[in-house]
Structure formats: C-alpha cells, structure tokens
C-alpha cells in the first residue's frame, strides 16, 4: 500500500518516470510487509516560505520521491537500500538518508 505522510506532501507534476519507480519501491516495501509511506513530492516550499528541499533538488521538478525508513528495522535498512538499487536499476538514484530514503530519476 502506498500512502502519504500527510497532506503536506505534493504529488502533482509527478514524471511518468517516477510514477514506474514509485510502483517498483511500493513492491520492495511489500516484500518486507512495512508500508510504503512517501514523505515528500514536489512540494518546494513550507507555508512559510522556507525551502523543504536543497536548491537545484529534483523534487520540484517531479523527478524524487522520499520514502519513509523508521519502520524498516536498522539492522535491514542497507540490505532494503540495496534490494531497491537492484530494483530500480541504474536509471535510479537510491540514497540512504537519517531519516528517509531519497529515490531519484537520474537524469543524466
């Protein structure tokens, strides 16, 4: 199942090419039973005006998704970043942060 953190979280001007890659992380998350939970899309800025992601991110583009990791057990989490690499293959950039996993459409 794929759900959205929160309403916070923006999926409009998502690129077809995330819509595959979104579909390939949903099948790794059910292979361990944990939800696949995306805790950021293409929103660019917060209500106030601070900037959610780095400049020059693909989020806003449409090309990253962030993926919830709390529930994916420490011990797991670099073998499940690796299953999703495998997944998604190199078209993807799969990137292991404290608290998300950050899923990129490699554009070069």
Same mark, same amino acid.
């Not at 819509?19 to 800025?45: D, H, K, N, P, W």
């Not at 990137?95 to 996993?101: E, L, V």
């Given at each position: 199942?794929?759900?959205?953190?929160?309403?916070?979280?923006?999926?409009?001007?998502?690129k077809p090419e995330m819509?595959?890659?979104?579909? +390939?992380?949903? !099948?790794? *998350?059910? &292979?361990?039973?944990? /939800?696949?939970? @995306?805790?950021?899309?293409?929103?660019?800025?917060y209500l106030d005006g601070?900037?959610?992601?780095?400049?020059?991110? +693909?989020?806003? !583009?449409? *090309?990253? &998704?962030?993926?919830? /990791?709390?529930? @994916?057990?420490?011990?797991?989490?670099?073998?499940?970043?690796?299953?999703?690499?495998e997944m998604l293959k190199?078209?993807?950039?799969?990137?292991?942060?404290?608290?998300?996993?950050?899923?990129?459409?490699?554009?070069?």
């Open positions: 199942m794929i759900i959205l953190k929160d309403d916070t979280v923006k999926m409009a001007g998502i819509v595959v890659g979104l579909m +390939l992380v949903q !099948q790794v *998350y059910s &292979l361990v039973e944990v /939800s696949c939970v @995306i805790t950021a899309g293409t929103e660019e800025f601070t900037r959610i992601h780095m400049k020059g991110s +693909l989020h806003p !583009q449409g *090309y990253a &998704l962030d993926f919830r /990791s709390r529930d @994916i057990p420490k011990n797991d989490l670099d073998n499940f970043c690796d299953e999703l690499q190199s078209e993807y950039q799969v990137i292991k942060h404290n608290t998300h996993i950050h899923v990129e459409f490699d554009l070069k």
